[in-house]
């Protein structure tokens, strides 16, 4: 919150993209302490992975879909 994306929602909505039917999702790292992992682990668990990122996407079309996990 503060960083990027608010100044990409700022200009956005100074435009008036927002106003005609524009969906805007910010995902951050959450505000709270993740325990040491790996990169992959730590992304997964703050939602910030990329089954995480297509499932919000998702949603945010008013879609279902499910996603598969790389092996």
């Given amino acids: 919150v503060g960083g990027f994306g608010?100044?990409?929602l700022h200009l956005l909505a100074t435009q008036g993209q927002l106003d005609q039917g524009l969906k805007?999702?910010?995902l951050t790292l959450?505000?709270?302490y993740?325990?040491?992992d790996t990169p992959t682990r730590l992304y997964a668990q703050a939602g910030l992975?990329?089954?995480s990122i297509v499932t919000q996407v998702f949603q945010a079309l008013g879609t279902e879909t499910m996603v598969r996990a790389r092996a």
Wanted: hydrophobic share 20%; net charge negative.
């Fill in 49 to 51: 992975d990329h089954t």
């Fill in 24 to 26: 805007v999702r910010c």
């Fill in 30 to 32: 959450p505000d709270r």
């Fill in 34 to 36: 993740l325990d040491q």
């Fill in 6 to 8: 608010s100044h990409v």
